[in-house]
């Protein structure tokens, strides 16, 4: 990804985030210097996707860090602030593990805590190239020997890490090889996510892409007219449930009906072993007002509520594969995270 997207780095005195609601009309950063302003941007999705939130989380430590120190914090002050970066999102599991492996760092200082999240970022960028050739070459054995129709849910691409991508970096890593045809993006409600996002960084790489709304996409799925689904997650349990983007479940429903690989590309830092099952990974509901209304307009009628998940979870036995950075596993075969490591 271009320096000038970059989703999110040091800024010397505190954290630059590529402001991802203003997408794509406008490129414009934010530096956020205090927790609160740091929340707020992760609650308001200016800072989204499950590994760029781990790589928020990291460095959010050293924002609570700094703070402290030109407020006069104690150190209980500044542990309560470091654990509200770590809860600021419940269901992306790499928020809180971004936080955790540099809280042990805090009494060694700040620039221990900062080595240690610009570690998390450098890992998550060469991670995410090596999800995209193991994604590429378990797809390419096993679709048909042309360039291929993709769909895709949500924004996993460059703008939901720190570069490159999960389920967009297999399909880039694809695009290089020259085996992709189009992309179906799936319009992802209610923050439009893959319109304003995934569409943009397609539009970007020289990709064909088509937006497609949501409803649209098991339809397109049974009419014959995908390949391959790839998406990516936020949490996935130790059988292989996966939570993403709400919606996802209903793509990986058609994608069984029809016979379609159904793919989950994330880092082994999304894989949260403590969970036996999607049972319990919580699920976020947001704000109302985003599927009641639109650009701050009503559309309901006044007294109509709104259930608002932004995640759904897909069961293990709907996903064909699990691609990670140290390889692929056959989730449908029965090859669970918790159960096998992962095989190239």
Request: with cysteine; net charge negative; glycine share 12%.
């Amino acid at each position: 990804m271009r320096d000038d997207v970059r989703t999110v780095r040091w800024a010397g005195d505190g954290l630059r985030l590529l402001d991802q609601t203003v997408l794509p009309g406008r490129v414009e950063h934010v530096v956020v210097r205090d927790v609160e302003a740091l929340v707020d941007a992760i609650r308001r999705l200016v800072v989204r996707g499950a590994p760029a939130l781990g790589v928020t989380g990291a460095f959010g430590v050293a924002v609570a860090m700094l703070q402290a120190e030109r407020e006069g914090w104690d150190a209980a002050a500044r542990d309560a602030a470091i654990a509200r970066v770590r809860e600021a999102r419940p269901t992306a599991v790499n928020l809180a593990a971004g936080v955790d492996r540099c809280v042990p760092l805090v009494p060694k200082g700040l620039y221990a805590v900062l080595a240690e999240a610009q570690a998390v970022l450098d890992e998550d960028v060469r991670g995410n190239r090596a999800i995209g050739a193991f994604g590429a070459d378990w797809i390419t054995g096993r679709t048909p020997d042309r360039p291929l129709r993709i769909l895709t849910h949500c924004n996993a691409g460059a703008l939901a890490t720190a570069g490159w991508g999960t389920a967009l970096g297999v399909v880039r890593e694809l695009h290089d090889r020259g085996r992709v045809e189009k992309v179906y993006a799936d319009e992802t409600r209610p923050l439009l996510q893959g319109s304003r996002l995934t569409a943009w960084e397609l539009v970007r790489a020289g990709i064909p892409c088509l937006v497609q709304a949501d409803g649209a996409a098991p339809g397109a799925i049974l009419r014959g007219l995908v390949d391959v689904a790839v998406i990516g997650a936020d949490r996935i349990a130790a059988n292989g449930d996966t939570a993403n983007k709400v919606g996802s479940v209903g793509v990986a429903l058609a994608c069984a009906a029809a016979g379609v690989p159904f793919v989950v590309a994330a880092p082994w830092s999304t894989v949260d072993l403590a969970l036996a099952s999607g049972d319990g990974i919580p699920i976020e509901e947001r704000d109302t007002g985003e599927v009641l209304g639109w650009g701050g307009v009503r559309t309901a009628p006044d007294g109509a509520g709104a259930f608002n998940p932004a995640f759904d979870v897909t069961p293990a036995r709907l996903v064909t594969a699990l691609v990670t950075e140290t390889g692929v596993l056959e989730v449908a075969n029965g090859e669970t995270p918790g159960g096998r490591a992962a095989r190239p």
